[in-house]
């Protein structure tokens, strides 16, 4: 039996782990249970793909989506291991081909949708065989407090009940807050598991949030830079995708879409022109969300603002998968919230939670809906903002977001955050956003009249401003928890301790105590003068460009010393793609070609030592890169 890093190097290409994975492995093949929290990109596949190799018996791996599962199984065939998938996407004739495949022992690994867990004709073949591991993938997906929670997930403790011998049960994803890690340690029954948790972080991606006028605009603009790349366009709705989809089509992009409204066949085809790199654009609902392992997508963009964090991070994950610098950007309007609270209020029923739970799971999409809207508003490091949120504390400046690379503006709104707070207080916390800030404006809204805001002193009181800036400075005062804005039906704008105290303190002409910032946010934006407490609206400076240095390090992907072969050897791997109804990224990835374009492997030993270039992979692939890059050298006059 092979050990695990002659495994490694041969069948998977590299000569070491990453972080976390050695510790991952040796406790599974050990016979230990685990969690692996690790980042999108991290590796997590190898974690339980490359002990299943190791142990005598098939490994069962649950995953959500029929994409993922393709996907996985084809690159674990490309490197010469058996692998097969069990779902809803097969024939009768497929299904008991595969069935039988595995009681004859061909698989050592197989990937199961839930739902099929529990079906007679798999609960029989379990019976039969040797179960080694249960890999749960996307483990997130049993909690409740998981932004994607499938009650299918619910299954995998019954089935593992169900099983002759329990055998060694892994569970992975990507985003867990600290009660998701709890749930699925106790939900899955994980005995003194080995604990891994890599950190969120992902430093090759550049995040930013945009406020524009105009999205097609603004998107069409992105586009005309990078539109040659292999990029996601999220949007929250059908209609949507449909928009941006014929919008693009119009300005002659190669665009395709996906959502549940279309047919599987289509949802297939265009799924695979995207990964094929036919069509290098994808437009998209969340539906596109886990199943994507794409390592070559140089930018994710989000059309519009998603509903949690956790969805965010995990969609934005999709792309630089390879560790090259990839964009990860957000075009944010009003609109978003008020469409994402129907699409959470309006939550079809499920059969399988009673009214209690799902009241709760809608309170709580509506608390992390609230989150999602401040990450959108803060002036802080955004990917500080992300990693506070499960719970990693990293540094104030990442150096590769919008908001670290632009100069901001101080303005001060103490007065304007005051009467605004007031405003709030006298009308009894009763009053949603638009209602409170039309008060203060002066404005003449039918609302205003049917509240008989009018009658209140507040109101006028911020005429002379601008409603988008009022909007601005109450956004900021819900950030920074000086309001707060109820989770249901008809959010209600409510007062909080440090709204109180600012207004206290206000009111007697100033304090020399420290103002509470709320919710555990940094007093960012809280200043004292002259013991007056100050709220500061920072915004940013109108035309501010990123410095050279920055801009390089957001845009410009890590240079290759020789391009032109770079894109030789990018043209040979996409026609070998073609022959072998393979993604491109599967045979190497673009990672995987930089190396050779910089290092000129001209021997079988140099090619073997670069990372991605197994053993299996070279015999199937590697002697014709390696002839491609050695006539180049050649001509170059480079190598002998």
């Known amino acids: 039996m ?63 989506l029929i994409s993922l599962m393709k996907d996985q199984v084809a690159a674990l065939n490309q490197l010469g291991v058996h692998a097969a998938y069990i779902n809803s996407s097969l024939t009768e004739g497929q299904y008991r081909k595969a069935m039988e495949f595995a009681r004859r022992g061909r698989y050592k690994i197989i990937y199961v949708a839930p739902e099929r867990l529990l079906t007679e004709a798999f609960q029989l073949l379990v019976q039969e065989v040797e179960i080694s591991m249960v890999a749960v993938d996307e483990a997130h ?3 409740q407090w998981g932004q994607d929670f499938r009650p299918s997930y619910l299954k995998i403790v019954a089935f593992i009940d169900m099983l002759p011998k329990r055998p060694v049960i892994a569970a992975y994803t990507a985003t867990a807050t600290k009660q998701v890690k709890e749930d699925i340690v106790c939900i899955l029954g994980l005995c003194d598991p080995t604990v891994v948790v890599t950190g969120y972080d992902r430093k090759n991606l550049y995040f930013a949030v945009k406020k524009p ?101 995990q969609e934005a994950g999709r792309a630089g998968r390879d560790g090259e610098p990839a964009e990860c950007l957000l075009y944010y309007a009003g609109q978003d919230v008020r469409v994402n609270e129907f699409l959470i209020n309006s939550q079809g029923e499920n059969s399988e ?30 990917r500080d903002y992300i990693l506070r949120y499960f719970g990693e504390y990293g540094g104030n400046y990442c150096g590769n977001c919008e908001n670290c690379l632009t100069e901001f503006e101080d303005f001060d709104v103490t ?34 009249r049917q509240f008989g805001l ?29 309001l707060f804005l109820t989770a249901n039906d008809y959010p209600i704008l409510k007062m909080t301790d440090p709204g109180k105290a600012l207004l206290a303190a206000w009111d007697s002409g100033g304090s020399k105590k420290g103002l509470p910032s709320g919710e555990g946010h940094s007093p960012n934006g809280v200043s004292q003068e002259e013991g007056i407490h100050r709220i ?76 991605g270039v197994g053993k299996v992979k070279y015999e199937k692939y590697g002697e014709a890169f390696r002839e491609i890059v050695r006539a180049y050298a050649q001509s170059k006059g480079i190598k002998g």
Request: aromatic share 10%.
């Open 213 to 313: 006028k105009d999205k097609k605009r603004l998107l069409l603009e992105y586009l005309e830079k990078n539109g040659d790349k292999s990029g996601v366009i999220y949007c929250n709705t059908r209609k949507a995708v449909e928009e941006v989809w014929q919008f693009l089509l119009e300005g002659g992009y190669p665009a395709t879409r996906y959502h549940a409204g279309l047919s599987d066949d289509e949802r297939k085809q265009n799924q695979d022109d995207f990964i094929y790199d036919v069509r290098p654009v994808m437009v998209a609902t969340n539906a596109f969300g886990m199943g994507i392992d794409k390592s070559n997508v140089r930018y994710v963009i989000h059309y519009n603002m998603p509903k949690d964090i956790e969805s965010y991070y």
């Open 454 to 482: 009018k009658r209140n002193p507040e109101y006028g009181s911020l005429k002379g401003r601008t409603l988008v800036r009022l909007r601005q400075i109450l956004n900021d005062l819900l950030v920074k928890g000086y």
């Open 2 to 64: 092979d050990s695990k890093f002659t495994a490694l190097k041969n069948i998977f290409g590299y000569d070491t782990f990453r972080e976390g994975q050695e510790t991952l492995v040796d406790s599974v093949i050990s016979g230990r249970d685990v969690l692996g929290i690790m980042p999108t990109g991290a590796g997590k596949s190898i974690c339980f793909q490359l002990p299943a190799l190791l142990f005598s018996g098939i490994t069962i791996v649950v995953s959500p």
């Open 536 to 611: 500061i609206l920072k915004l940013p400076k109108e035309r501010q460009k990123l410095p050279a240095a920055a801009e390089k390090q957001k845009k410009v992907l890590v240079d290759v010393q020789y391009p032109d072969l770079f894109e030789k050897l990018r043209k040979y791997r996409y026609e070998l793609a073609q022959k072998n109804h393979v993604p491109p990224y599967i045979i190497f990835s673009d990672k995987t070609l930089r190396e050779m374009s910089v290092r000129l492997p001209v021997t079988e030993e140099e090619m073997l030592t670069v990372n």
């Open 141 to 143: 997906c049993i909690s």
């Open 415 to 448: 007065e304007e955050a005051v009467h605004i707070i007031r405003m709030v207080m006298t009308t009894y916390e009763r009053y949603g956003i638009n209602a409170i800030l039309d008060a203060v404006h002066g404005s003449d809204t039918a609302k205003v």
């Open 353 to 382: 939670l009673d009214e209690e739970e799902r009241k709760l799971i809608q309170e709580r999409d509506l608390e992390r809906l609230r989150k999602m809207t401040f990450y959108c508003f803060t002036d802080e490091c955004l």
